[in-house]
């Protein structure tokens, strides 16, 4: 039972052009949502959160959009660079203590074409 | 300050042999979770220790196991390997956890193959 999905394992876009992440989830319980950025042989690096009182969080290039009535979440990245070529995972957490309370989604492989 | 730090970085072992993975979380950082990211399935949590005690355990067999030490590093130990076994763990640190909605912070992770 996945409740945070990435169904776009893949994502090419062109340098300059915006990038848009999506992820679905089914738990209306959750009340905050991550995003981390990985590149190869490296750790997951935190990149941006919402919180669900809100629909938007802005932090330079990045912009995370949530839809609490869809269930849906979206990272949009504009314009586009090389050095944001690298897997995205979006993540959602439960009210409460413990990291189990944080379910990853599959993750999207974005590739930035010069 | 230095980031979190996970030995070895690779790691090929044989069926039911066992293996032991280290973290060294980030100075200060008391919280210590491990994930298992395979390809298709993102990153599967397998539990979260804080203050030398296990906090919750995800949905794995009891062959995964663990422990934090009183200086917050962190082993992982996982016994009677299997070739599903084979994935990459990650160890993540954070000050409290994530009910404070603390960013995690990853290692490099461990790249086992179980053959």
Redesign the interface.
Known sequence: DQQVKQNSPSLSVQEGRISILNCDYTNSMFDYFLWYKKYPAEGPTFLISISSIKDKNEDGRFTVFLNKSAKHLSLHIVPSQPGDSAVYFCAAKLPGFGNEKLTFGTGTRLTIIP | KAG?T?TPRYLIKTRGQQVTLSCSPISGHR?V?W?QQTP??????LF?YFSETQ????NFPGRFSGRQFSNSRSEMNVSTLELGDSALY?C?S?LW???T?E???????TQLSVL
Not at chain 2, 103 to 109: D, N
């Open positions: 979190v996970q919280s979770s994930y298709g399935q993102g990153l599967q949590f979260e906090r919750n355990k995800g990650l993540a954070s956890d994530a009910a909605n960013k995690l912070f990853f290692g490099s992770g």
